[in-house]
């Protein structure tokens, strides 16, 4: 994993290699910090509490975007704090916690699956810490219960597993209308004031005018593939196998 990087005034980011995963940290008074998705190897997330203890910060909090198994993880050198999801989204990973520990097992053995997935659901429009101000941002494109979280102070966009721009938009298959749902979630996010910052759950920050490219590429990927335009399949982004098994399984999905 890449050391933390200050990419916007107390947000810090760091990226795994694998699958270009992002773990973010916000920074509060005193000690105290948020942390959101960390991840991925076991060595990864220890590596990056080892990095928060070196800087004298002291996690009091975390957030998980969304029930993926990438997305849940913890360890107890990050300390034994409540981390917070949507309810929809803590949920979700009770009810499917043995198809998680599946995923987990098979692609990143070796976490601590007592911590697991052990998330807290939080019926709020904000995370309760005494740091920057973290609205939550809750719709069910990607995944039921996704919850963004926008710093307005920092004016970064944490999008969760959404405005990536190596991965095309991944459809929740559990929605009776999964584009129209996507489509949805992405106006959420396009609500939102003043984005200067963009941190994905995989790929690369970027800035307010990335912000707004990649709201329109995903939305020009959704109109294609709902229209079952061979431009779809043809988007930059799709550039390995799984995602091109992906954008077919999209395909059948929706043209069966």
């Given at each position: 994993?890449?050391?933390?990087?200050?990419?916007a005034?107390g947000?810090?980011?760091?990226t795994a290699?694998?699958?270009t995963?992002?773990?973010?940290?916000?920074?509060?008074?005193?000690?105290?910090?948020?942390v959101?998705?960390?991840?991925?190897?076991?060595?990864?997330?220890?590596g990056?509490?080892?990095?928060?203890?070196?800087?004298?910060?002291?996690?009091?909090a975390g957030?998980?975007?969304?029930?993926?198994?990438?997305?849940?993880?913890?360890?107890?050198?990050?300390?034994?704090?409540?981390?917070?999801?949507?309810?929809?989204?803590?949920?979700?990973?009770?009810?499917e916690r043995?198809g998680?520990?599946?995923?987990?097992?098979?692609?990143?053995?070796?976490?601590?699956?007592?911590?697991?997935?052990?998330?807290?659901?939080?019926?709020?429009?904000?995370?309760p810490?005494?740091?920057?101000?973290?609205?939550?941002?809750?719709?069910?494109?990607?995944?039921?219960?996704?919850?963004?979280?926008?710093?307005?102070?920092?004016?970064t966009?944490?999008?969760?597993?959404?405005l990536?721009?190596?991965?095309?938009?991944?459809?929740?298959?559990?929605?009776?209308?999964?584009?129209?749902?996507?489509?949805?979630?992405?106006?959420?996010?396009?609500?939102?004031?003043?984005?200067?910052?963009?941190v994905?759950?995989?790929?690369?920050?970027?800035?307010?005018?990335?912000?707004?490219?990649?709201?329109?590429?995903?939305?020009?990927?959704?109109?294609?593939?709902e229209?079952?335009?061979?431009?779809?399949?043809?988007?930059?982004?799709?550039?390995?196998?799984?995602?091109?098994?992906?954008?077919d399984?999209?395909?059948?999905?929706?043209?069966?």
């Amino acid at each position: 994993m890449r050391p933390l990087t200050e990419v916007a005034p107390g947000v810090l980011v760091a990226t795994a290699e694998k699958y270009t995963t992002t773990s973010t940290v916000i920074v509060g008074p005193g000690a105290a910090c948020l942390v959101v998705d960390p991840a991925l190897m076991p060595a990864e997330v220890a590596g990056l509490a080892a990095e928060l203890a070196a800087r004298g910060l002291q996690p009091v909090a975390g957030w998980s975007t969304h029930p993926h198994w990438d997305h849940v993880l913890w360890s107890a050198e990050l300390g034994d704090v409540p981390r917070y999801a949507t309810p929809r989204a803590a949920q979700t990973a009770e009810h499917e916690r043995d198809g998680l520990i599946e995923g987990v097992t098979e692609s990143a053995p070796g976490h601590d699956l007592e911590l697991f997935a052990r998330l807290t659901p939080l019926p709020a429009d904000h995370v309760p810490w005494e740091g920057p101000v973290a609205q939550i941002l809750a719709h069910d494109a990607h995944e039921a219960g996704h919850g963004a979280l926008f710093i307005s102070g920092a004016g970064t966009l944490l999008a969760g597993d959404m405005l990536s721009d190596l991965e095309i938009p991944l459809l929740y298959e559990g929605s009776p209308d999964p584009v129209g749902q996507y489509r949805a979630g992405l106006d959420l996010l396009a609500g939102v004031q003043d984005v200067r910052v963009l941190v994905p759950g995989h790929g690369h920050v970027g800035d307010g005018a990335e912000f707004r490219r990649r709201l329109d590429a995903d939305r020009r990927y959704l109109d294609a593939l709902e229209r079952g335009a061979p431009a779809a399949g043809q988007d930059e982004r799709i550039g390995n196998d799984w995602l091109r098994a992906e954008h077919d399984r999209q395909f059948r999905l929706l043209h069966r």
